[in-house]
């Protein structure tokens, strides 16, 4: 199991309010680089999208989630199986800290191929949702 983990991210939102948007993945869309996506589809519950002409990427919103970590799973779209999680921990009533965490299954190859794109990916979802939740 490789484990991907993201920069932590200050948000001025508490957990329930990132609970709230993210619990319906069409607002996924909005955090990811627009440039480095393609063919984006969602109906609220799942999603899935092309990343850089390469790997269509689908996931799922999982029944597991809580305000305070939101849990993704891959679906039978994607080319591995992973899990993404995103902790948000409260640090007062208005604001939290966020950060993204990968488990994926990597062989070798793949391994070398897309830890550092996947790691740049989440570092910028945090960086969006900052400036989002400012």
Not at 1 to 20: C, F, H, Q, W
Not at 45 to 63: A, D, Q, W
Not at 81 to 97: A, K, R
Not at 104 to 133: C, G, H, R, T
């Amino acid at each position: 199991m490789t484990r991907i983990e993201s920069e932590k991210g200050d948000l001025k939102a508490n957990p329930r309010a990132v609970y709230e948007d993210l619990s319906d993945l069409n607002n996924l869309k909005k955090y990811l680089p627009t440039d480095k996506i393609s063919d984006w589809q969602s109906d609220g519950h799942t999603c899935s999208f092309k990343v850089m002409g390469t790997y269509v990427i689908g996931l799922k919103f999982s029944e597991e989630s809580t305000e305070e970590h939101i849990k993704l799973v891959a679906t039978d779209k994607s080319p591995f199986p992973f899990t993404i999680n995103l902790h948000v921990n409260p640090q007062d009533e208005n604001n939290s800290t966020a950060q993204i965490i990968c488990d994926a299954e990597l062989n070798m190859m793949l391994k070398m191929m897309v830890v550092k794109p996947l790691k740049s990916l989440f570092d910028y979802i945090i960086k969006k949702a900052d400036a989002y939740y400012s």
